[in-house]
């Protein structure tokens, strides 16, 4: 790690203290914050979250230099030469980003994988990966949705025909039962739901002076923009999509666990987070996939909160690659969980392994030379094909309702 990445490290920490430090000093004089300290406090926060994306950027960098440096070594050490020819053989990417082929399917690997879709930390051995284009395209999709980034289950499958998916409604309760007597029967309850595979699409344009750039990193740039367009597209319904002609998002079928207070515009308080945490069972809240989700704004307000012991809910990360705590748990953010608000469901919590993302098919990739003929502009088309659902719904995922008034 850079000494700079360690220094706005040292920085973000520092400028927690001085956001803390104004919120303990109006609080021991029992008071609000001030117009100006609101407006220090609000000020300090954007920091936070400046900070957050400079680092990300340097460590993003620092991990794109040493792919590169590992691929160029590679090809150094290991030329490789048509059969009966001396040249060099390109890569099927690289064969069709020039136009020998018009078309590719970048497949993606078969089966079931729970929270395996990144790369994880580079000095933990991501290094020691290496980076396929389908990687560095779900790992681009992944830092634009919050979903993504919590872990949800992703079923891969090689073609997109529908799926039947039993979906949890109620589990068997047992009782106490006399000697002799008949016990009651009591059978989980299940509804059965399909997962499709909606396609999403972009359209990526490069100009040939970007393309005839010997220097350009062409996989990491079409990798890069198509991530983070269908990464966006998918993201809204993964959170809010009601179901039709489109994928379920987690809002739509979580269960309240917690209704705010009247007379406060859909705000949270700190007991209300609380009893939200306990008001999912041990089982789903001890998982690991277990988390809170929310957007910036919201996390702002949260990271005033104290408990009773006023300590602090939110606990800032000090290490690269993980994120921040609120009680223990992570907190991811995504911008399309609503705003605070009366009947809001502005915060997310629980165990995200019970959304289910199907992804059908791998990536599709296709060129056309023809298309912005007029500009001398080479048109890429980038499409996947996914939906997504809770599975169970018995209570693994929660939310935060603002009070109607």
Known sequence: MSELIKRLQERRANVWEQAKALLDTAENEKRDLSAEEEASYQALNTDLDKIDVRVKDMVDGEQRAKDAEAALS??????????????????????????????????????????????????????????????????????????????????????????????????SSAALTAEAAAISESDPAFAKRTLGAYKYGVLLQASTELLADTGVDLEGYLAMQAGRALGNAFGVHAITGDGSSKPTGIVTTATTGKTGGTGVAGAFTADDLIDLFYSVIAPYRNSTSCG?????????????????????????????????????????????????????????????????????????????????????????????????????QTGALKVFAGAAT
Do not use: C
């Not at 910036?296 to 909160?305: G, H, Q, V």
């Open 74 to 171: 590679g090809l150094l050490a290991k030329p490789e030469t048509k059969p009966g020819g001396g040249e060099k053989k390109d890569n099927e990417l690289r064969r069709w980003a020039r136009g020998e082929v018009r078309g590719i399917d970048v497949p993606v690997p078969a089966g079931v994988s729970f929270r395996d879709l990144t790369k994880g930390t580079a000095t933990a051995g991501g290094n020691t990966v290496p980076t396929t284009f389908y990687g560095q395209l779900m790992a681009h999709l992944i830092e634009v949705s919050g979903v993504m980034m919590a872990g949800p289950t992703v079923l891969n499958t090689a073609s997109g025909e529908t799926i039947e998916v039993p979906v949890t409604t109620a589990h």
């Open 292 to 392: 809170w989700m929310m957007r910036d704004a919201t996390l702002a307000a949260a990271r005033k909160l104290k408990d009773s012991q006023g300590q602090y809910l939110w606990q800032p990360s000090i290490q690269l690659g993980v994120p921040d705590m609120l009680l223990g748990k992570p907190v991811y953010t995504d911008p399309n969980v609503a705003a605070v608000a009366t009947t809001a469901k502005s915060v997310i919590f629980g165990d995200f392994s019970a959304y289910f993302v199907r992804m059908a098919g791998g990536i599709r990739f296709e060129r056309s030379d023809d298309y912005a003929f007029n500009s001398d502009l080479v048109t890429y088309r980038a499409i996947i094909r996914a939906d997504g659902l809770t599975v169970d």
